[in-house]
Nanobody, 125 residues
């Protein structure tokens, strides 16, 4: 079992920045490909960013490319999502997720084995 806890969300004005963290416990995070997803009210959960076990490969939702950066520190069992130039449409609950094994970039909800409880990000205009 892997327990994931997100932090770093909050209220920010458009154009601002936030850094989300996802701390893992229970297992070594280096064995897991990781992802960030988000869910806005009334919408389905959508992929935001993914990173392989080693951190060697990443990919992003088109609308966040150039603004968001996913990274990981396996020694600290933590994954990060740096979010810059935030827009009101980025408002959502953000979730981190872990997928066992691989070295794959993973884009679908059903590819992940463990999920955090989410952290709210609100961007005001």
């Amino acid at each position: 079992q892997v327990q994931l806890v997100e932090s770093g969300g909050g209220l920010v004005q458009a154009g601002g920045s936030l850094r989300l963290s996802c701390a893992a416990s229970g297992r070594t995070l280096s064995n897991y490909d990781m992802g960030w997803f988000r869910q806005a009210p009334g919408k389905q959960r959508e992929f935001v960013a993914t990173i392989t076990r080693s951190g060697g490969s990443t990919n992003y939702l088109d609308s966040v490319k150039g603004r968001f950066t996913i990274s990981r520190d396996n020694a600290k069992n933590t994954v990060f999502l740096q979010m810059n130039t935030l827009k009101p449409e980025d408002t959502a609950i953000y979730y981190c997720a872990a997928a066992w094994g691989g070295y794959f970039l993973r884009y679908n909800v059903n590819e992940y084995d463990y999920w955090g409880q989410g952290t709210q990000v609100t961007v005001s205009s």
